[in-house]
């Protein structure tokens, strides 16, 4: 009985400890150098869409903000993670709406499930084209119910609508859940890490990929900010 | 003298064009002009030999990368009905007959590949065409075995009917060495066709319905002739244009890349046509409804006989607007006389 008492005591203490000393990382991912110029997007050819955004909206291939800030940036602990296999149960969806993905790069654990809705009164055709992970197209016209999938294994996915070329996105398909997409200015967040020696890594659609490594030691939030060489082309 | 007119007309002419006729050919010019033409031919090819030999010659200086591994033949095998392939024993006619535009390696680079379109299939990543399985699966023997005897249309995939049975099956399992895919996987289930009912022009008419509520029209244009608003935008999945099926084009014998049959046509578009932006419609489409589809599709093959062709020719070729006789509660209920099943 008081082995027992001892055991439960300890676990709680191991238990609020981790609580307690559960560090962050968090930073700014900007740019060096002149991105590449995004272009208004003639949607003429899907008038439902067309009459969605009162003015044409841009491509985001590289979408910057105030003091050279990088948005849609994949920022996640690569190794070291402690969740690695936990897939997460929540419910992610990646929606089709004004012939446009939001968001346009979607981060998920491996073999996490996920909702793909159509909210256009136009049909969208599904096709990402993943080269680790198996190829798939669906058709999903309105009205229609949310297409729910996964990926095995981690990779990023390019994502297209061969009906209306001009949408195009992301999958990242991550082996943690510790993951963040930089936005509003560039910023991004991984909080909930316990004491440990991480990689971070932050991928960009076209600018490739950078790491830094991060050791946390107690409750404490580390500053990691990256910056990406931009080039026009 | 001795020149025609018209040669005299040519050498006169601004341009400075000497025309040469037999009689205004001395020995001498003869010669000169022989001598003219042959030193510089001959430099250019002294000069087209000494590239190539230089080339072959910094090739041989590039970093050895070594010979390629051969290529290691998994005990792969297939059925078909009572027969069953062995990769071993498909070795042969694959080096043979397929590893031209396949590749030795089944990566889809054989040396013909650079002058094909479309391009061949990469059996590394066992993406295929025609299956009778859905969107993302593996297809099923049968299936690749079909697709060997059956050649693809509009493609340089010609019909191999020359190969015997046990040879195809022989194949289809040899195919299966260069993806782990099939080592992993099972084929797919083959999704289920009801039997088709009979072709009426209400069939038609709803075909042609879905055909626009569906959103077809947006690759294969109102008229199926492959001409809709996004035709020219298409890709492959490996960036390679594409253009879609043009119903309308061929007579009699016109086929579909997976088959010419009805039953084919339905398979075709519920499954998808993985690696190409034909989308797969099965989770969309309700089985009877994909009826009325091949029914109107089969009308778009305006120079092609067939049942449903007839039918539209009695109801004197005009389609009539679809009425949905079950229409949902809040829906206008006027019934169509004599609807209701």
């Given at each position: ?11 709680t ?19 060096t150098?002149?991105?590449a ?22 491509t985001e ?13 994949v ?7 402690p ?6 149960t929540q419910?992610?969806?990646?929606t ?27 049909s ?19 009205g ?9 294994k981690?990779?990023?996915?390019e ?5 209306h070329?001009w ?12 993951y ?18 991480y ?10 990929t950078q ?7 107690g409750?404490e ?9 931009a080039?026009?082309? | 003298?001795?020149m ?23 020995p001498?010019?003869f ?23 230089t ?8 970093p ?14 297939s059925h ?20 031209g ?46 697709t ?17 049975k046990?040879?195809r ?8 060495i260069?993806?782990?895919r ?32 569906l ?8 008229h ?22 043009n ?8 086929r ?30 309700q089985?009877?409804?994909?009826w009325d ?15 449903e ?21 809040a ?11």
């Amino acid at each position: 009985m008081r082995t027992n008492k001892i055991l439960v005591a300890l676990f709680t203490l191991l238990i609020c400890s981790s609580l307690a000393f559960a560090g962050t990382v968090s930073g700014k991912v900007t740019y060096t150098g002149t991105p590449a110029h995004q272009k208004p997007i003639d949607m003429g050819k899907e008038p439902s869409c067309a009459k969605q955004h009162a003015t044409p909206i841009m491509t985001e291939t590289v979408v910057t903000g105030d003091n050279n800030a990088l948005d849609n940036v994949v920022v996640y602990v690569s190794s070291g993670a402690p969740d690695e296999g936990q897939v997460p149960t929540q419910a992610i969806t990646y929606t089709q709406k004004g012939c446009q993905y939001i968001p346009h790069v979607l981060a998920m654990h491996v073999n996490q499930e996920f909702d793909i809705i159509n909210d256009d009164q136009t049909s969208h055709n599904i096709h990402p084209l993943p080269k680790v992970n198996i190829e798939w197209n669906k058709s999903q016209p309105p009205g229609t119910p949310p297409i729910k999938e996964k990926y095995d294994k981690p990779e990023f996915i390019e994502v297209k609508c061969n009906i209306h070329p001009w949408m195009h996105g992301y999958f990242a398909v991550l082996k943690t859940s510790h993951y963040d997409v930089s936005k509003d200015g560039g910023d991004f967040k991984l909080p909930n890490l316990p004491p440990g020696k991480y990689t971070i890594t932050a991928w960009h659609e076209k600018y490739g990929t950078q790491t830094a490594d991060v050791t946390i030691t107690g409750n404490e939030t580390k500053d990691v900010n990256f910056t990406f060489k931009a080039t026009p082309y | 003298m001795g020149m025609n007119p018209l040669a005299t007309r040519f050498a006169s002419a601004d341009f400075g064009l000497r025309v040469l006729t037999m009689n205004s050919l001395k020995p001498m010019r003869f010669i000169s002009a022989i001598l003219f033409t042959a030193i510089p031919c001959t430099a250019i090819l002294v000069l087209t030999f000494a590239a190539g030999f230089t080339a072959r010659a910094s090739a041989q200086d590039e970093p050895l990368v070594g010979p390629k591994p051969p290529v290691v033949v998994k005990p792969m095998v297939s059925h078909i009905g009572n027969i069953t392939g062995h990769a071993a024993d498909g070795k042969y006619d694959y080096r043979r007959y397929c590893a031209g535009c396949h590749g030795d390696y089944g990566d889809s680079n054989g040396e013909n590949a650079v002058w094909l379109d479309p391009k061949p299939r990469d059996f590394t990543i066992a993406t295929f065409k025609c299956r009778s399985t859905l969107t993302g699966t593996l297809p099923t023997d049968e299936d690749l075995f079909n697709t060997i005897g059956r050649g693809v249309t509009n493609s340089n995939m010609p019909i191999w009917n020359t190969f015997t049975k046990q040879e195809r099956a022989d194949l289809v399992a040899y195919i299966k060495i260069f993806s782990p895919r099939w080592e992993k996987e099972k084929a797919g289930t083959p999704i289920t066709i009801p039997a088709e009912p009979p072709v009426t022009i209400e069939s038609i008419s709803h075909g042609q319905a879905l055909f626009a509520k569906l959103e077809c029209w947006k690759c294969h244009g109102t008229h199926g002739e492959g001409d809709g608003p996004s035709a020219s935008t298409l890709t492959d999945s490996k960036d390679n244009p594409i253009r879609p099926y043009n119903f309308a084009l061929g007579g009699n014998d016109s086929r579909f890349k997976c088959g010419s049959t009805n039953q084919d046509i339905y398979k075709i578009f519920m499954t998808g046509v993985d690696g190409t932006p034909m989308p797969s419609f099965a989770d969309v489409i309700q089985p009877n409804d994909a009826w009325d589809l091949v029914h109107f599709l089969r009308t778009l093959q305006v120079h092609r006989h067939s049942k449903e062709n007839e039918v539209l020719m009695a109801a004197h070729g005009v389609i009539p607007p679809y009425v949905d006789k079950n229409p949902p509660p809040a829906a206008d209920t006027n019934k169509a006389p004599g609807g209701g099943q």
